[in-house]
T-cell receptor, first 113, second 119 residues
Framework: AQSVTQLDSQVPVFEEAPVELRCNYS??????LFWYVQYPNQGLQLLLK??????LVKGINGFEAEFNKSQTSFHLRKPSVHISDTAEYFC???????????FGSGTKLNVKP | ETGVTQTPRHLVMGMTNKKSLKCEQH?????MYWYKQSAKKPLELMFV???????ENNSVPSRFSPECPNSSHLFLHLHTLQPEDSALYLC??????????????????FGPGTRLTVL
């Protein structure tokens, strides 16, 4: 079975500061990892994904994430956040059956001026 | 219209009402999904349709009844709901895993959701 843990339900940060949103997963099979963002009153939008290859993945809006197999983590980072990054971020894992995604409970990023 | 659309965006219903949620995708996909998003809980996968056939049903109560008449449309029929069913219901679509072959990847595209309140 697969599962995803996002330990931080809320992360407050000041504008232009760096941020890291944590994601840990458990899986007994090869995994594919994703970060989605949800802006208010909208659906989920894919930020980035790890399928194979380089463990450092770059996504949209200046975000990046690093796959760490030994620590079973896929933390999301951005060196300098903007007010417009205020949203909820979801980590997800999928196995060989790509039609089944397991999502974490989400982390609300609140960027303050 | 582009992407994945959902109607209505907001719905308030009593426990004895019958209503339906609609999802439509304009992406040429052949797999569609219903998710339930409750506050402070992970997204819960409710139903998966692949090539118009239901392939996943995660022990969802029978008061939720999905329908997929073709690859572009997905419905969620609701009847005799409970207040705890109040949530954001998200629809998503993708290419079916079966379409892409071994090792292929099929990103899920989400609609904006229907905010359901059961009184």
């Amino acid at each position: 079975a697969q599962s995803v843990t996002q330990l931080d339900s809320q992360v407050p940060v000041f504008e232009e500061a760096p941020v890291e949103l944590r994601c840990n997963y458990s899986s007994s099979v090869s995994v594919y990892l994703f970060w989605y963002v949800q802006y208010p009153n909208q659906g989920l939008q894919l930020l980035l994904k790890y399928l194979s290859g380089s463990t450092l993945v770059k996504g949209i809006n200046g975000f990046e994430a690093e796959f760490n197999k030994s620590q079973t983590s896929f933390h999301l980072r951005k060196p300098s956040v903007h007010i417009s990054d205020t949203a909820e971020y979801f980590c997800a894992v999928s196995g060989n059956n790509f039609n089944k995604f397991y999502f974490g409970s989400g982390t609300k990023l609140n960027v303050k001026p | 219209e582009t992407g994945v659309t959902q109607t209505p965006r907001h719905l308030v219903m009593g426990m004895t009402n019958k209503k339906s949620l609609k999802c439509e995708q304009h992406l040429g996909h052949n797999a569609m999904y219903w998710y339930k998003q409750s506050a402070k809980k992970p997204l819960e996968l409710m139903f998966v349709y692949s090539l118009e056939e239901r392939v996943e049903n995660n022990s969802v109560p029978s008061r939720f009844s999905p329908e997929c008449p073709n690859s572009s449309h997905l419905f969620l029929h609701l009847h005799t709901l409970q207040p705890e069913d109040s949530a954001l219901y998200l629809c998503a679509s993708s290419l079916s895993a079966a379409s892409g072959g071994p090792g292929s990847y099929n990103e899920q595209f989400f609609g904006p959701g229907t905010r359901l309140t059961v009184l």
